[in-house]
Every structure is written in structure tokens, then in C-alpha cells.
Antibody, heavy 126, light 109 residues
Framework: QVRLQESGPGLVKPSETLSLTCAVSGFSISSGYYWGWIRQPPGKGLEWIGNIYHSGNTYYNPSLKSRVTISVDTSKSQFSLKLSSVTAADTAVYFC???????????????????WGQGTLVTVSS | QSALTQPASVSGSPGQSITISCTGTSSDVGGYNYVSWYQQHPGKAPKLMIYDVSGRPSGVSNRFSGSKSGNTASLTISGLQPEDEADYYC?????????FGSGTKVTVL
């Protein structure tokens, strides 16, 4: 069974860097899927942050690109998020998720998040 | 990038059918058949309900169906049940990026 689990500090000071890790179990992180980060401010909607492939290829939300770094460690079966220069607006529940991009059975490309972590609340406050 | 537009709320009685719209542009919803829908109960992670406009993952009830016309995608829930009360988000691929909708709260009366 595919499982994703976020971990990291629940409180970050303004102007500092938010760092989270997503541990993947029950599935090989190198098996042809992208891995993504999505966040949700309290009481608000979902916002895509970015995706990474096991090769290290990344795609970022243009509005966050200057502050975001996503990396992958295949040996530990985990991928990470760093968001720099945080402000109160970055307070949110952060989810990690698996993103499918190709269906072997049909031979077609696809695009959706099929497995999600439970999410972790990160509060930016001094 | 702006969020895709969804109605803030939709309601219906048990057994009824409701439809949630998701409006984007020709650069996202209208340009690709990569629209997905997610159900989110309070305090929980989103759950995939529909992928690639109308695909339904294994284990998702066939009461949930998706479609698209032009720049607007739709999620229909037929035979509405109390457990369907939740927030619903659409999502679309757009030029190496991902957009989510503004979210719709579904209330079962």
C-alpha cells in the first residue's frame, strides 16, 4: 500500500526557511511517477507548489519559484521541500502527493495526484 | 496564474443529483484533457474522485462522473448521500504547471 508521510517543524519564524520531508513507503520512489507538494492555508483552497521526478527534474509554481526548492533522495525514499523567506502568508497545511503522468496500460499521458499524505500544519510566527 | 473558478457552494437533498462547474481558459481546462476532481472532508487529505476529465479510479462510486465542454469542466454527483458532504476541488494541467479550483462546499440538506 502506498503511503506518504510529511514531517518537519510545525513553527517557523518569519524570514526563515521552511523545510519539510515526505517519506514514501509501499512503492518505489524511482518507479516512474512524479512527486509533488501542495499546500492549503487555513480555511482556504489548495495551491500547487511543485513536482519532482526521481531523476531530479523539477517543475515549480511560477508564483513561488523564486523561493522554492524541491529535492529527492532515492536512497532514503523521500523527497523534500524548502521554502525560503517565509511570511505569515505561508502558514498552511502542507501535503505531499504522488503524481501519475503516464498510463502504461493505455499508452497515454495523464496528470493527477492519486496518493496523498495526511498533511502537516506549518505556522509562520515569531 | 489564477485559480480555476468554482461555485462557492452547492446543495441538494439525499437522492438528488448536483453538478459542480469548474471554469478555466483555453490554456488550461480547455486546452488539455487533464482535469481531475478531489473530495476533501474536514481535517483530511484530498481524495481523487475523477481523473483525465471523466476517468474514475478503482473504488470510487459510479455516482460520481465528470465531463468537459470548452473551458468548463463539470463534476456530477448522482443519488446524493450524506457522506458526499465535503469540499470539492477541480484541478487542471497547464504548461508544466498545475492549477486548482477555488473549491466548492457541497451540503446535503
Amino acid at each position: 500500500q502506498v503511503r506518504l508521510q510529511e514531517s518537519g517543524p510545525g513553527l517557523v519564524k518569519p524570514s526563515e526557511t521552511l523545510s519539510l520531508t515526505c517519506a514514501v513507503s509501499g512503492f518505489s520512489i524511482s518507479s516512474g511517477y512524479y512527486w509533488g507538494w501542495i499546500r492549503q492555508p487555513p480555511g482556504k483552497g489548495l495551491e500547487w507548489i511543485g513536482n519532482i521526478y526521481h531523476s531530479g527534474n523539477t517543475y515549480y509554481n511560477p508564483s513561488l519559484k523564486s523561493r522554492v526548492t524541491i529535492s529527492v533522495d532515492t536512497s532514503k525514499s523521500q523527497f523534500s521541500l524548502k521554502l525560503s523567506s517565509v511570511t505569515a502568508a505561508d502558514t498552511a497545511v502542507y501535503f505531499c502527493a504522488r503524481r501519475k503522468y503516464y498510463d502504461i496500460l493505455t499508452g497515454y499521458y495523464t496528470y493527477f495526484f492519486d496518493y496523498w499524505g495526511q498533511g502537516t500544519l506549518v505556522t509562520v510566527s515569531s | 496564474q489564477s485559480a480555476l473558478t468554482q461555485p462557492a457552494s452547492v446543495s441538494g437533498s439525499p437522492g438528488q443529483s448536483i453538478t459542480i462547474s469548474c471554469t478555466g481558459t483555453s490554456s488550461d481546462v480547455g486546452g488539455y484533457n487533464y482535469v481531475s476532481w478531489y473530495q476533501q472532508h474536514p481535517g483530511k487529505a484530498p481524495k481523487l474522485m475523477i481523473y483525465d476529465v471523466s476517468g474514475r479510479p478503482s473504488g470510487v462510486s459510479n455516482r460520481f462522473s465528470g465531463s468537459k465542454s470548452g473551458n468548463t469542466a463539470s463534476l456530477t454527483i448522482s443519488g446524493l448521500q450524506p457522506e458526499d458532504e465535503a469540499d470539492y476541488y477541480c484541478s487542471s494541467y497547464t504548461s508544466s504547471s498545475t492549477l486548482f479550483g477555488s473549491g466548492t462546499k457541497v451540503t446535503v440538506l
